[in-house]
């Protein structure tokens, strides 16, 4: 694997904004060929031309993971558009908040779906490849709150637990093989999945003033600031190409220190 990314051969899941557009982007500058790949087609769009502005080659996979072999099928496009895949980085997720005594069967099927299901498929169907190439690199987004008890988004922090416990155990499954499977645990952010999470937190526990409360939130942090989306794509993208070769089964925590174990 080239140290500066040039001929590497990447997809992005969730990459139509927010984190998984700036992991892209980045990718794409370091000379990826880059797959993009998230439900929303229109707004892939405008990620897929943003990669492009910056010299790299980018493939449009418009698709719900959530479907039955679609994580295998979006594996299936990168390889055989560029004949391998060298990096996956799975960033794609959903959540919900509802109280815990008030979940609902629909968001517990629907976020475990994608956040566990989909991402464990998308492991193993780049992993077959990358096991055959003796090289390769998967990098999954979890979450500090697959450490927390968060009784508004369990869920969501279940689901976490659950992309950790897939991570340490592809990498077990794919050391013989040469390939580097870690997790990267970003903490507060501002991307539309976190704004949107914050308001309807605010929201179920009564708190009017949505300004107070995030910066209550943001009070939490030992740095004192949240991450910008470009820092945390930064180390994803450290750990899709230059990150050691030794370095698998690990989880780098990114929240400013409010992860410290």
Request: aromatic share 4%; glycine share 10%; charged share 20%.
């Amino acid at each position: 694997m080239s140290e500066q990314g040039h001929g590497v051969r990447t997809l992005v899941t969730g990459a139509a904004g927010g984190l998984g557009r700036e992991i892209a982007v980045q990718l794409g500058r370091r000379g990826c060929a880059v797959g993009i790949c998230d439900i929303n087609a229109t707004q892939l769009e405008e990620t897929a031309r943003l990669v492009s502005a910056q010299g790299g080659a980018v493939e449009q996979i418009a698709c719900d993971l959530t479907a039955r072999n679609a994580p295998e099928e979006a594996v299936g496009r990168v390889v055989s558009l560029w004949g391998g895949i060298d990096v996956l980085v799975n960033n794609a997720a959903y959540g919900v908040i509802e109280p815990f005594l008030d979940a609902t069967y629909e968001a517990w099927t629907r976020t475990l779906a994608l956040n566990v299901t989909a991402l464990a498929m998308a492991c193993k169907a780049a992993g077959r490849v990358m096991r055959d190439q003796r090289s390769g690199r998967i990098i999954n987004i979890t979450s500090p709150g697959s450490r927390m008890a968060l009784p508004d988004y369990t869920a969501y922090t279940a689901s976490k637990a659950g992309v950790d416990s897939i991570t340490r155990a592809a990498a077990v499954a794919l050391a013989p093989h040469g390939v580097l499977v870690n997790s990267l645990a970003p903490g507060m952010m501002d991307t539309e999945m976190q704004r949107s999470t914050e308001a309807d937190l605010a929201r179920v526990n009564g708190r009017d003033d949505l300004k107070a409360f995030l910066d209550e939130r943001t009070g939490r942090i030992p740095l004192g600031r949240r991450a910008d989306i470009s820092e945390v794509a930064e180390a994803v993208v450290w750990l899709s190409l230059d990150a050691p070769r030794y370095m698998t089964a690990e989880r780098l925590n990114m929240s400013g220190g409010l992860d410290k174990d």
